[in-house]
């Protein structure tokens, strides 16, 4: 075989198509999502490159029209748990010692496929299962998740081009193989682009995973699983396993192989997964990587000297796109009394303007929450905020799921800054504002900072420089991603590395080398051309 430093190509962001009326990928993504669904699939489990079908099903239907079925999914016993982790093991073998460069031009094709003849079915199923408006779709499902496979290919070589300094006499290398054994991902509803990089960046680096989409993403799920296999992605690499969460996961954490989990979801189930690992951490062949990203609770801050109509529109934008459902979605606002009416005055208009129904209707800006769970929770905090004398809902506030989960935009006003909706991660668009002094722009950024336990995202909007850098200065823990005079939303791969803290999680940076760098463990070779003769050294005389 030959030898050689190969170079990939360069990685560049995807462009965003327009989907303007008229346009060619307007009518392809209008058809594609017709015949979908009127068209019924069925997703088995996905084990060693075979189909497996259990008998034990669930049914598929799209949030917006949630008495249609889209197809079922099939779910897992624990033998088929079980089984999926010795085949990842024996796929292992093979794969951890396939050359790099083979492994990076799978994963190239997959981006070039998806970026090509796979575009608009994915967008589709986005639109169809998760309820994304097209242009919500685009750059998650398309762009974003070309975007992932393309860069975590240029940082993998990059990384394998770090090396240590070396002598004449002595040649220093560091090999980075895969981790010992075998990952688990979990993803999330919400974004198409997580639900395929989580598996794909470990398997990227020669990892075997076992994959876990969510209920609510399966659908989508399963083109992500048919644009690997076109690609070339070996049998027993990555394996697809649905079921019940709990049972899958505690099988998996009880094998001594489990060597790291990579995970989107909630704070809670990441603090119960750790707290698993924990109590079997006898058990392993090695200490396992635990890298998570979780929940939010995302503020604004706005400073006298703002632009009122921009915060307005970070507000709109960065509340309400997708429903709210963004981990990093602005879910609590602070407004500086000064521009507060006119900050409200265009709040209101964008939301009285905003269009809510069905992605099909390419109008509509809103459509609905993922599942009833969702909705049911959303619209008891709504219900609460209206008997409240402490908050005031002055656009929004209405709901009806008799056809789909739909839930209007609302925004809260509340004198409390602690009240519940300013607190509690809610995922769904509803965002709560407290109005400040505005001569207590330092005592409201503290507060910002001590309200949530979170950390992921936060914005800052400001025309004074002085203002700007101590609220840099201050808010510097509380958000991973943090925006100056922008919305809290929207990181762009290879741009802005996404993760945060404190209970938001490990911060290992979706988009960029550090999150590669967790699915590798260096080994350094130490070569001695002339190997000493005589244990004596100098100084003994």
Wanted: charged share 25%.
């Amino acid at each position: 075989m030959g030898k050689g430093f190969f170079e990939v190509p360069i990685a560049v962001n995807e462009p965003i198509k327009s989907y303007a009326p008229g346009s060619p990928e307007r009518e392809e993504v209008l058809t594609t999502y017709k015949k979908m669904f009127k068209s019924t699939v069925e997703v088995p489990l996905y084990i060693n490159g075979k189909s497996v079908k259990t008998g034990n099903t669930k049914t598929m239907s799209p949030p917006h029209d949630h008495k249609h079925v889209l197809g079922s999914y099939h779910k897992a016993e624990k033998k088929h748990i079980t089984d999926a982790i010795a085949t990842a093991l024996e796929a292992r073998k093979s794969w951890a010692n396939m050359p790099w460069e083979q492994r990076a031009g799978i994963f190239l094709r997959a981006a070039e496929l998806l970026a090509g003849p796979y575009r608009a079915r994915i967008n589709a199923a986005t639109m169809l299962a998760q309820s994304k408006n097209i242009y919500q779709a685009e750059i998650d499902a398309a762009c974003e998740l070309i975007d992932f496979l393309r860069f975590n290919v240029q940082y993998m070589t990059e990384i394998y081009a770090e090396q240590p300094e070396s002598t004449s006499g002595a040649w220093n290398r560091l090999e980075y193989r895969p981790l010992e054994g075998f990952i688990y991902a979990i993803t999330p509803f919400n974004f198409t682009a997580i639900a395929a990089n989580l598996p794909a960046s470990a398997a990227l680096m020669g990892n075997v995973v076992l994959w876990k989409p969510s209920d609510s993403q399966v659908y989508s799920a399963k083109v992500i699983l048919d644009v690997f296999k076109e690609a070339g992605v070996p049998p027993g690499v990555i394996n697809m396993v649905m079921g019940d969460p709990v049972m899958i996961t505690d099988t998996i954490l009880a094998s001594p192989d489990f060597s790291g989990i990579h995970f989107t979801g909630s704070t809670h189930v990441f603090k119960n997964i750790w707290q698993k690992i924990g109590t079997n951490i006898h058990n392993y062949k090695t200490y396992p990587r635990i890298v998570g990203e979780t929940g939010g609770k995302d503020f604004i801050v706005a400073h006298k000297s703002s632009n009122a109509k921009q915060v307005a529109t970070a507000i709109s934008r960065g509340a309400f796109e997708f429903q709210g459902q963004k981990c990093s979605a602005a879910s609590r606002c602070y407004i500086s009394k000064s521009i507060w009416k006119d900050v409200k005055k265009e709040v209101i208009a964008d939301v009285n303007s905003f269009k809510m129904g069905s992605p099909e209707d390419m109008n509509n800006f809103i459509t609905a929450v993922i599942h009833e769970g969702s909705f049911d929770k959303l619209a008891k905090y709504i219900d609460q905020a209206k008997k409240d004398k402490k908050a005031e809902i002055i656009v929004g506030g209405g709901y009806d799921k008799s056809k789909g989960y739909f839930i209007e935009p609302t925004v809260i006003v509340t004198e409390d800054p602690k009240y519940t909706t300013m607190c509690t991660e809610l995922f769904g668009p509803v965002v709560t504002i407290y109005v400040f002094e505005d001569k207590d722009w330092e005592k409201t950024l503290h507060l910002v900072d001590e309200t949530s336990e979170y950390a992921l995202t936060g914005a800052v909007f400001s025309e004074d420089r002085y203002a700007l850098e101590k609220a840099v200065r201050v808010l510097e823990n509380a958000a991973g991603n943090f925006y100056i005079n922008d919305k809290p939303t929207g990181a762009v791969v290879g741009q802005q590395p996404f993760g945060g803290a404190r209970a938001s999680g490990t911060n290992d940076k979706a988009g960029s080398k550090l999150n590669l760098l967790r699915w590798i463990s260096p080994r350094m070779v130490k070569e001695t051309f002339v190997s000493p003769s005589d244990y004596r050294y100098p100084f003994l005389g």
